[in-house]
């Protein structure tokens, strides 16, 4: 037989299949139920408390995320960073952005692949130190 022993026949949109593989979490320690990005576009900066080039740009994104909302567009930044250390960021820098964490980079990218989503669009800066310090 080649069930494997599975016993629910339910077939899994790709979205649902994705949430079984990966947690996404927000600062308020909220699962983040993907299925609302389904439609517009995701915006996805992978950053780190410790990245100069991250914080530089932050300005930046929050200006692109104010002119494109209109147009649909969400911006997500993910860390693989704790929830201590990025709280501490957004509260000394005064950030105000969609902050997700517990997620490596490897994840991220897996997410993204494996899952086709083109309506996803992964920034990824520092690429060599951002790989080095993830736990992957």
């Given amino acids: 037989s080649c069930n494997s022993g ?7 949109s790709d979205l649902e299949s994705l949430q079984h593989k990966t947690s996404f979490v ?3 320690e909220n699962n983040l139920d993907l299925s609302v990005y389904q439609k ?25 995320e104010e002119i ?14 704790t929830l201590d250390k990025i709280s501490e960021f957004k509260n000394v ?7 997700l964490y517990k997620i490596s980079l490897i994840k991220l990218i897996d997410f993204v692949l494996e ?5 996803f669009l992964v920034i990824i800066k520092s690429t060599f130190n951002l ?3 993830s736990t992957f």
């Avoid at 599975?6 to 899994?12: G, M, S």
């Avoid at 899952?115 to 309506?119: C, K, P, R, T």
């Fill in 6 to 12: 599975i016993t629910d026949n339910k077939i899994l």
């Fill in 131 to 133: 790989l080095s310090k």
């Fill in 68 to 81: 494109l909302e209109e147009y649909g567009y969400t911006f997500l930044l993910v860390s693989d960073e």
């Fill in 93 to 99: 820098w005064n950030f105000d952005f969609n902050f």
């Fill in 26 to 28: 927000d600062l308020y």
């Fill in 40 to 64: 517009g576009k995701v915006v996805v900066s992978y950053w780190a408390t410790w990245c100069a080039p991250c914080i530089k740009e932050m300005p930046g994104i929050k200006k692109a």
């Fill in 115 to 119: 899952n086709n989503l083109s309506n």
